[in-house]
């Protein structure tokens, strides 16, 4: 089992940044990458980001490309998502992840956190 602990989020206007970080329990067989996905009102759970174990490989959904970034600390088990440039379409609730990284990418994971909220106001 491995347990994911989200902190950070919060209210920002549009233009603005924010910052998530998670922390993983342990890193397991199968659940070497770490990700983002985020969950709007009335929507879909959708992919936000993942970031290879080494932190030499992420991946990011078009619609936040070049305006976040992911980033880990993998001896502590620590990912981190800054998002600047903040939209209103980014307010959703965001969730950590691990799995491997093409489960990421592809939608599906082995474990999540609980979520933290990001509204953006315009």
């Known amino acids: 089992q491995v347990q994911l602990v989200e902190s950070g989020g919060g209210s920002v206007q549009a233009g603005g940044s924010l910052s998530l970080s998670c922390a993983a329990s342990?890193?397991?067989?199968?659940?070497?990458?770490m990700g983002w996905f985020r969950q709007a009102p009335g929507k879909e759970r959708e992919f936000v980001a993942a970031i290879s174990w080494s932190g030499d490989s992420a991946n990011y959904a078009d619609s936040v490309k070049g305006r976040f970034t992911i980033s880990r600390d993998a001896p502590k088990n620590v990912v981190y998502l800054q998002m600047n440039s903040l939209k209103p379409e980014d307010t959703a609730v965001y969730y950590c992840a691990t799995a491997d990284r093409r489960s990421l990418v592809a939608g599906d994971a082995n474990y999540w956190g609980q979520g933290t909220q990001v509204t953006v106001s315009s």
């Open positions: 342990r890193r397991t067989f199968g659940n070497s990458a």
